[in-house]
């Protein structure tokens, strides 16, 4: 690579393009596609080897329709269970343009505000197709049984989610996601059953295979390890899907699952996919605040709570130790009512977090100090018990109440509950075409892996969304045309690609379990949380992200000479997944600060303490950076190269979001 | 608070296993049960002891994979999943012992870890509606009444975390099983399969070793997520019409 | 293409839930029988005559349909058939949920439970033994207390007026009432009838007042007699 090193840190490459999407109005674009995409002869199918890692909403909706269509599918999770990838937590509800309220909902409004909500740092194909099967999604869902909400005459309720002002998300009580889970989880256990699908439960992905058969490389299996006995498995197909999730767990603490790991997607990123926007990370401001050191993570509570809770913290540091109930009202600074006076308590989920830090970097922060520092702001329903009295509060909120006090020990109907922001959702991910198909061939990614369809924010319940039109709809229809040029070359176990990948992965569990040093792999993960959330959290400073890169590279550097994996190999060794999760973290968060670092603009979950408007709004700059960050691993302690993909608003006016 | 802890250690599926005991000091109120096993598993690794394997993963209780018999209840003393238990249920000295399920369609993988992949060979043999993708009609095509749904989505909320079996003295996973036929078999949708859907998954109970209920109620006691006993009623009812139909 | 859809393997004939169905019908089928002795027993209190007339009518029922001691013989057969399946099936379920679970837990909760589980086995064995007793003492005759009478009410005025014969059936009534309480909502959690929370509700009352009436009608005969409230 001899392009020059900018910034002391990255390289740039040639520009990328979206090669797949046909160039038809956006309307037509996805039907065309469609058309467009090879055919595979249903004889043909059992011959076509597909392997899928997850079994999220992403990876069991592809499973179970690639199993349906006849493809031959190796499906892997982490967990003991394909019902149990993370997607099972997400509470608030799902998407769909299917305009049952009559309130002017269309597909068109959907792709607008699921854009706008982006800060225009989507692509406006994929979002726009997302929109389009988002009501497909729905009727599948009901057919499967999935027990969503409904009114008294029967027919499925809606409600109105994340400041958009239309009713279009479907729910399932608090636990939309685990219903929709179940769904698809049944679907595919339904394909296991029909021998179409096999499944690789306690199965971790630990490398990707990439071989060159004359054609270029492609993508053409995976080496996994069996999680209860520690085989190393060569597993090898025609295509590979990552259905893998989000990464949010480098920050340590975060609303993710314990398991939440990039391995899948780094290991394929180290291969030649590239990584777009890492840096793009969602901060939701309403979750229960840390309490001591000991906290392993973090808890969302429903945003919904902002509809009547009111969020303040005291004028007077003083105060801040007070019981906040003996503080009287004049003593109080509700400030989102205070700085955003036209939306209130209820502006979008960045803003919210980012205030509710500055409250707390003000010192007026409440609740136990962690470390020297109290992390908490109030969110109080003592006005609104008041006003429609306690009843009516327990039947909207009980269940968030309970779970509060379940965690707390504090009851919310007697004090203010005490929030804070918590990471929560990745909007960046491997980089794919319009096919979902990644900068290697034959590697596809879905779902959260993905960077596509949120630009650099997620609009509530669109995450849901995204993983059933992915899997679902979308793939199946794309990986065809894929798979419509194989069987590809039958793969020798023998080729050195294949031993070579082998030896990577066994060479780096030897040498974890080798270092026997002094730190136990969860206090790394703590610091390098740590050092994320300062740095490359909710406000990111050019100043800050330089220390974070040094921090982190220092950091890495110790992980390998002092990291303390007990245990052996060939056993259940919790140890040893933890500490090769938190290998790839240290690589990942060094790309995130430079990824954000080389921002230099405010969008969505970016904002950049630099690029702010007079009074302290985010400042984005469409000008200089209206495009996908697409890195390319630069080899072994070289420096990332960037390629950029320029976005293009043609269906959609560009706007500067203002919620004063 | 300080407390004596009493735990199962076994290192793998074949290694006979026993009880150990371990002291901990300084564990908070606020702590989950499973962060006060993080911190004891701290202190072993700094000692050079292979840390306590157990199961986790959402840590908010809705996933399922925790689980583990606290003191001989399954979950522990509240009626919440072991993530959600919380330290301050417990008291300054307290001995607490620590098992994982028991059940021989469980076999332990290692500690307190089981392997519970029966209950998805439960699923496999029929808990699910077949419709294949794009197959579907408009969601509004089907009402379904609310009370109907509202059963539905009570059997639906399931966790599949085990903690039924664990707790019911025959060690049968009918709770687990009941909230799935009633789950299904409340919807429209769910009526072509609802004969074959009971038969096949009460069979694969059965082959997967599982005991017969007879009806205890120590499983929904149990249970976090307070499935009631009649989704078993239910189906035992549902196998008797099966019958009576003939298949 | 892969479109399957359900396909019932195994008939579960031997399911077990197939087998607690059995159980309960036949439990079913013995609870009508207690409860029509119990009525009969209670006849006593009406005197002798009436007594004696009712164990003869037992034998007269249905007649000129069935031969003399037709009906006690369909009974009989019912009864003798029910038991063998009742008891198969409760071995056989027996057997399967011992090694459900044959490694044990070091601490355990929920006694009762267990309690109950064991009540109901060791109950039932406690049950069947009595009734081939009792079978030998009021049917074969073959035992005698108190003296041997022909007069069926002779028999049980002379047996009754022993404590100790009185002991053994109370033991035997109580293990009866027990056997009930759990049978009589199991049976109905078996049969389908636990549809709600208020369903199940009704079961508990329904058993415990079952279980109630059976130990009460059962047991004022034999201490009665003792007490020497019957001449
Ligand atoms: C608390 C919470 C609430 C949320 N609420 C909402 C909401 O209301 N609405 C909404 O739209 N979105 C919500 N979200 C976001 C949404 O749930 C997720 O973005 C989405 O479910 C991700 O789905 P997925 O299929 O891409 O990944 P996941 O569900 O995370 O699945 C990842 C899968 O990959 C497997 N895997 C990962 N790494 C490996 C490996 N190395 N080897 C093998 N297998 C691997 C895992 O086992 C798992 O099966 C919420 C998220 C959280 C955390
Ligand atoms: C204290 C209470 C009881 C009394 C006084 C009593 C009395 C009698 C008498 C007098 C007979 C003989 C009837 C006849 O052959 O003419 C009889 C028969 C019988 N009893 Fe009881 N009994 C009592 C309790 C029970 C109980 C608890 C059971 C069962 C669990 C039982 C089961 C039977 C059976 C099976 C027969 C035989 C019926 C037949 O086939 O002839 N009895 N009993
Ligand atoms: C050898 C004799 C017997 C044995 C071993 C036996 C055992 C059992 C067992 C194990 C059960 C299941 C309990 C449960 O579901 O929790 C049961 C149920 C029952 N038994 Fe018996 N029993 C015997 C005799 C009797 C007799 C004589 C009666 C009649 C009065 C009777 C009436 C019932 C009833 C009504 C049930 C409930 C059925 C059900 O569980 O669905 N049993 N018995
Ligand atoms: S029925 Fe309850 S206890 Fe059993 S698996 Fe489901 S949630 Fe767990
Ligand atoms: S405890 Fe066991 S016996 Fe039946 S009612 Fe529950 S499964
Ligand atoms: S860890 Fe998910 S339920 Fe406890």
């Not at chain 1, 993960?525 to 992200?545: D, F, S």
């Not at chain 2, 996933?63 to 959600?84: F, K, Y």
Request: aromatic fraction near 8%; include cysteine.
């Amino acid at each position: 690579m001899n392009a020059p090193l900018i910034e002391g840190l990255y390289r740039e490459g040639e520009p990328i393009a979206d090669s797949a999407a046909p160039d038809v109005p956006i309307d037509r674009m996805w039907t065309q596609r469609q058309f467009d995409a090879k055919l595979v002869n249903p004889a043909n199918r059992r011959k076509l080897d597909v392997i899928i890692v997850g079994t999220g909403l992403a990876g069991a909706s592809a499973g179970a329709t690639l199993g349906e269509a006849g493809y031959n599918v190796k499906s892997f999770c982490y967990q003991d269970s394909p019902r149990r990838a993370h997607s099972i937590a997400a509470q608030g509800g799902i998407n769909a343009a299917k305009n049952y309220k009559g309130d002017g909902d269309s597909i068109y409004r959907l792709f607008y505000d699921t854009t706008k909500g982006g800060d225009y740092r989507s692509r406006e194909s994929n979002t726009y197709r997302l929109a389009e099967v988002s009501a497909d999604i729905i009727d599948q869902c009901v057919a499967q049984g999935v027990p969503f909400a409904r009114e008294y005459g029967g027919l499925l309720d809606n409600r109105s989610f994340g400041g958009v002002q239309v009713s279009r998300t479907f729910y399932a009580r608090g636990q939309t996601g685990q219903q929709l889970l179940i769904g698809a989880y049944q679907a595919l256990e339904r394909q296991i059953g029909a021998g179409t699908v096999k499944m690789y439960s306690r199965h971790e992905m630990l490398e990707l295979i990439v071989i060159d058969d004359g054609a270029g490389p492609r993508a053409r299996g995976i080496i996994a390890r069996d999680m209860v006995t520690g085989e190393i498995e060569t597993h090898l197909a025609d295509a590979v899907v990552l259905a893998s999730g989000g990464y949010g767990n480098v920050y340590f603490l975060s609303t993710n699952a314990m398991g939440c790991n990039v391995t899948a997607s780094w290991r394929a990123h180290r291969k030649g996919a590239y990584f777009a926007n890492p840096c793009y990370t969602q901060i939701h401001p309403t979750c229960i605040p840390v309490s001591g050191d000991h906290q392993s993570k973090l808890t969302l509570m429903s945003e919904s709570l902002r509809n009547d809770g009111r969020i303040w913290v005291p004028k007077r540091i003083e105060d801040c130790e007070k019981d906040p109930r003996e503080i009287p009202t004049e003593d109080r600074d509700y400030y989102l009512e205070r700085l955003y006076p036209a939306f209130g308590n209820l502006v979008p989920r960045d803003i919210a977090s980012r205030q509710a830090k500055n409250m707390c970097d003000e010192g007026r922060g409440v609740g136990p100090k962690v470390g020297d520092f109290r992390r908490g702001v109030y969110l109080d329903f003592r006005d609104a018990i008041e006003r429609l009295g306690e009843d009516a509060v327990r039947n909207k909120y009980g269940n968030l109440f309970d779970m509060y006090k379940q965690i707390t020990g504090e009851d919310p109907y007697q004090v203010p509950m005490r929030i804070y922001p918590a990471v929560h959702y990745t909007m960046g991910g491997l980089w794919v075409d319009y096919d979902l198909q990644s900068s290697i061939p034959g590697l596809f990614v879905t779902g959260e892996a993905n960077f596509s369809d949120h630009g650099a924010n997620r609009l509530g319940a669109s995450a849901l969304m995204q993983g059933l039109a992915d899997g679902y709809f979308v793939l199946p229809n794309t990986i065809r045309n894929y798979l419509a040029d194989g069987p590809y070359e039958p793969i020798d176990p023998t080729h050195p690609a294949v031993i070579e990948a082998q030896d990577s992965v066994e060479s780096r569990i030897q040498m974890l379990l080798g270092i026997s040093g002094e730190r136990s792999v969860d206090s790394f993960h703590k610091e390098l949380g740590h050092i994320m959330w300062e740095y490359c959290g909710m406000e990111r400073t050019e100043e800050g992200l330089r220390k974070a890169i040094d921090l982190i590279r220092s950091l890495r550097e110790e992980f390998w000479r002092n990291v303390r994996v007990l245990g052996s190999a060939d056993t259940l060794n919790q140890s040893l997944e933890k500490a090769g999760r938190v290998a790839d973290f240290l690589e990942l968060g060094e790309l995130m600060c430079i990824d954000a670092l080389h921002r230099r603009e405010s969008c969505g979950g970016h904002f950049r303490a630099e690029s702010q408007t007079e009074d302290g709004e985010a400042l984005r700059n469409d000008d200089e950076f209206l495009y996908v960050g697409g890195w390319e691993w630069g080899g072994e302690g070289e420096s990332p190269v960037l390629h950029k993909e320029t976005l293009s608003y043609k269906f959609i006016e560009l706007k500067q979001r203002s919620y004063k | 608070m300080n407390l004596t802890l009493k735990i199962w250690r076994q290192s793998g599926p074949s290694d006979k296993g026993g009880m150990a005991t371990y002291p901990i000091e300084g564990v908070s109120d606020d702590m989950s049960f499973l962060e006060m096993l993080d911190v004891l598993n701290e202190g072993l690794i700094a000692e050079g002891e292979e840390p306590v394997a157990f199961d986790s993963d959402c840590r908010e209780g809705i996933c399922g994979t925790c689980g583990v018999m606290i003191n001989g209840e399954a979950h522990g003393p509240e009626r919440t999943t072991t993530c959600q238990l919380h330290m301050r249920s417990f008291r300054d000295g307290d001995e607490i012992v620590i098992e994982p399920w028991r059940a021989d369609a469980f076999p332990v993988i290692k500690d307190l870890v089981v392997d519970r992949g029966a209950f998805d060979r439960i699923i496999q043999s029929g808990g699910y509606i077949s419709a294949n993708t794009g197959s579907a009609p408009d969601a509004h095509a089907t009402p379904v009444p609310k009370d109907q749904a509202d059963r539905a989505f009570m059997a639906a909320e399931c966790i599949s975390c085990g903690a039924c079996v664990a707790a019911c003295p025959n060690g049968s996973a009918s709770l687990f099983m009941g909230a799935k036929i009633t789950h299904l078999g409340e919807f429209p949708q769910g009526q072509p399969e609802r004969d074959a859907r009971v038969q096949s998954m009460s069979a694969q109970h059965d082959a997967e070793g599982f005991g017969g209920c007879t009806n205890l109620g120590e499983c929904t006691r149990a249970c976090p997520k307070g499935i009631p006993l009649n989704v078993i009623s239910q189906m035992n009812g549902d196998l008797l019409r099966s019958l009576r139909h003939g298949r | 293409m892969a479109t399957s859809t359900i396909s019932a393997g195994t008939r579960p004939r031997t399911s077990s839930i197939v087998l607690k169905t059995v159980m309960a019908v036949t439990g079913l089928i013995f609870l009508g029988f207690i409860l029509a002795h119990m009525y009969g027993n209670l006849m006593i209190f009406g005197g002798e005559e009436q007594f004696n007339e009712y164990a003869h009518h037992l034998r007269t029922f249905g007649s000129p349909m069935l031969p003399e001691g037709g009906f006690l013989w369909v009974m009989r057969v019912t009864l003798l058939v029910s038991l063998v399946l009742h008891v198969a099936s409760a071995v056989t379920l027996w057997r399967r949920a011992g090694s459900a679970r044959t490694k044990g837990y070091y601490q355990r909760k929920g006694q009762w439970a267990r309690f109950v589980k064991n009540s109901m086995r060791w109950g039932g064995v406690a049950i069947f033994i009595f009734v081939i007793f009792h079978l030998l003492h009021f049917t074969t005759h073959t035992i005698n207390i108190g003296g041997s009478y022909d007069n069926p009410a002779d028999r049980l005025v002379a047996s009754f007026e022993q404590w100790w014969a009185v002991l053994i059936y109370l033991f035997a009534v109580v293990a009866l009432g027990m056997h009930l309480l759990h049978g009589v909502w199991s049976a109905g959690m078996t049969l389908g009838l636990n549809t709600s929370l208020e369903a199940a509700e009704r079961l508990r009352l329904a058993a415990i007042l079952v279980a109630s009436v059976v130990v009460v009608g059962f047991a004022a005969p034999p201490v009665a007699i003792l007490l020497g409230l019957i001449p």
